[in-house]
């Protein structure tokens, strides 16, 4: 079990009365058992922790997978959380072969947005950020072209230009690895239209989260809203997956779609796909940051 820290929930709602700094978030999973759920309230219980939100799933209640999330309120929260998590080890780990995570919310975690010249998804977290409705902390913009450097400077973000051309990467990947070493907890791609090679995904050594324009899978390749124009489709969507070496087929996140018709143009659908994205990867990067997502193999479990 590991104690991290994590930001303050902000999506749906914990609790409307507990401080931030009194909240911490506990994230349990294996395999499912009787007792775990009275295990995990009697650790907390023990320690005059009140559960002020609880969420659970298994996918067998006769030995399946079991997952849950559970954020508890305390006094003197940071002082005893090192304790907790001493028992929830023992009682957990050496008593139901269970993993843990528990974590602080009170330091919002930190992530890396790389981008290219497509700016709506990048300009949008951004804007959400300075919001108050992502609960993050933006430790920079990476993008292959300078285009929007102005903008995210403007948001009070240091902004990177990192060239990224032709078949070998090698060179962008290491700038990146450099840049991003010890200073992110996770990445976001906000249509970066590059492929991450599978060195770089082993040695970022943090969750990668990428939007992609369409249930997956689906018109890969350029021109997917012409694509879709030609093949005469009804629906535009999005997909928000964690980014693996297979290219577009990591766990998925979040998804979702809008009505066209036959009357709407490449165009039309290029902008409507374009606010679908925009929503999707903003609620994968609020539930990611939040702690609601826990990643079994290659599919989801997402607590939002």
Same mark, same amino acid.
């Given at each position: ?153 403007? #948001? ?29 907890? #996770? ?118």
């Amino acid at each position: 079990m590991t104690l991290t820290q994590n930001a303050p929930a902000h999506g749906k709602k914990d609790t409307p009365a507990e401080p931030s700094h009194r909240l911490a978030s506990l994230i349990v999973q294996g395999e499912d058992r009787t007792g775990i759920v009275a295990a995990v309230a009697g650790v907390l219980s023990g320690h005059g922790a009140n559960i002020v939100s609880l969420d659970q799933y298994s996918d067998n209640p006769h030995g399946g997978a079991f997952f849950q999330r559970t954020v508890f309120g305390l006094d003197n929260l940071q002082a005893a959380l090192p304790t907790i998590e001493k028992d929830l080890r023992q009682r957990l780990g050496e008593g139901y072969g269970l993993t843990c995570t528990l974590r602080d919310p009170s330091v919002p975690k930190r992530v890396a947005i790389f981008a290219s010249k497509s700016d709506h998804c990048l300009l949008d977290l951004l804007w959400r950020h300075r919001r108050g409705q992502l609960p993050v902390t933006i430790a920079m913009v990476i993008s292959n072209h300078p285009d929007t450097a102005e903008e995210v400077r403007s #948001f009070g973000i240091p902004f990177f230009h990192v060239p990224c051309q032709g078949p070998d990467k090698s060179a962008a990947e290491a700038e990146h690895l450099r840049l991003l070493r010890g200073n992110v907890d #996770f990445v976001v791609l906000a249509r970066y239209m590059q492929i991450l090679s599978g060195d770089f995904i082993e040695q970022v050594g943090v969750p990668v989260i990428s939007i992609h324009h369409s249930f997956l899978p689906a018109f890969v390749g350029a021109g997917p809203y012409a694509k879709a124009k030609e093949r005469g489709v009804k629906l535009v969507g999005a997909t928000a997956h964690y980014v693996t070496e297979d290219l577009d087929e990591g766990p998925i996140i979040e998804q979702d779609v809008v009505r066209v018709t036959h009357a709407d143009t490449a165009a039309d659908l290029m902008r409507r796909g374009a606010d679908v994205e925009r929503a999707v990867l903003s609620r994968a990067v609020l539930w990611h940051a939040e702690d609601r997502v826990i990643r079994n193999g290659n599919h989801t479990i997402v607590f939002a």
